[in-house]
């Protein structure tokens, strides 16, 4: 079974420019996660997709940043124009839903991360 | 607010020597406690959970962890290192009736031949 993938790995834009990471979970999961580490800090919440719907998006920093996830299936995060402060590892984690035979903590399941560097 | 705390930036053994990777947390309720680890360019990989019962749990790679519910702390235990063990640890929680998780911010762990 194919894990979480995220493209690009790595990204390097300029000040002021967009870029749009994007994450596959693993098949079936309902619940997407983005989570973002910045220079050796803690891994921080920025949104959780249940489908296609926004549960909680309280972790994402401004409105330069926007998260969709058409269809229910992959997800994309566009950082628009991107800061110096945006650098850091982008990390997408997808779970199933909890169900009366799956429970509400089952681990999440992390991609590689990418890479953003802002300069 | 709700926090975790790894109070080491870096944790040195030799191998064969038991390990200790601390973890405290700040957050209301019985939250559900996680070990992940990341490898070089690899992402999260899932170690163990504590959701209830013995405060004892065994995950992966002879890795253990104890949870204390006094003093708020889910450390992370293996009783004889691999120099393979070496990685970055991240504790986390999971507050109840939400899905996302709270991390510390990492602890290196060193283990040398």
């Known amino acids: 079974e194919a894990g979480v993938t995220q493209f690009p790995s790595h990204s390097v834009i300029e000040k002021g420019q967009t870029v749009t990471l994007r994450c596959d979970p693993i098949s079936g999961h309902d619940n997407l996660y983005w989570y973002r580490r910045v220079m050796g800090k803690e891994i921080k919440f920025l949104l959780h997709?249940?489908?296609?719907?926004?549960?909680?998006e309280s972790g994402m920093p401004n409105n330069r940043f926007l998260a969709e996830r058409t269809g229910g299936t992959y997800s994309t995060l566009k950082v628009q124009p991107a800061e110096l402060e945006d650098s850091g590892v982008y990390f997408c984690a997808s779970s199933p839903l909890a169900s009366g035979a799956r429970p509400r903590y089952n681990e999440q399941f992390f991609g590689p991360g990418t890479r953003l560097t802002v300069l | 607010a709700q926090s975790v705390a790894q109070p080491e930036d870096q944790v040195n053994v030799a191998e064969g020597n038991p390990l200790t990777v601390k973890c405290t947390y700040s957050?209301?309720?019985?939250?559900?406690l996680f070990w992940y680890v990341q490898y070089p360019n690899r992402g999260l990989q899932f170690l163990l959970k504590y959701i209830t019962g013995d405060n004892l749990v065994k995950g992966s790679y002879g890795f253990e962890a104890e949870f204390n519910k006094s003093q708020t702390s889910f450390h992370l235990k293996k009783p004889s290192a691999l120099v393979s063990d070496s990685a970055l640890y991240f504790c986390?929680?999971?507050?109840?009736?939400?899905?996302?998780?709270?991390f510390g911010q990492g602890t290196t762990l060193q283990v040398k031949p």
């Open positions: 997709f249940v489908k296609e719907s926004k549960q909680d």
């Open positions: 957050v209301s309720g019985n939250p559900y």
């Open positions: 986390a929680v999971r507050p109840v009736y939400t899905g996302k998780l709270i």
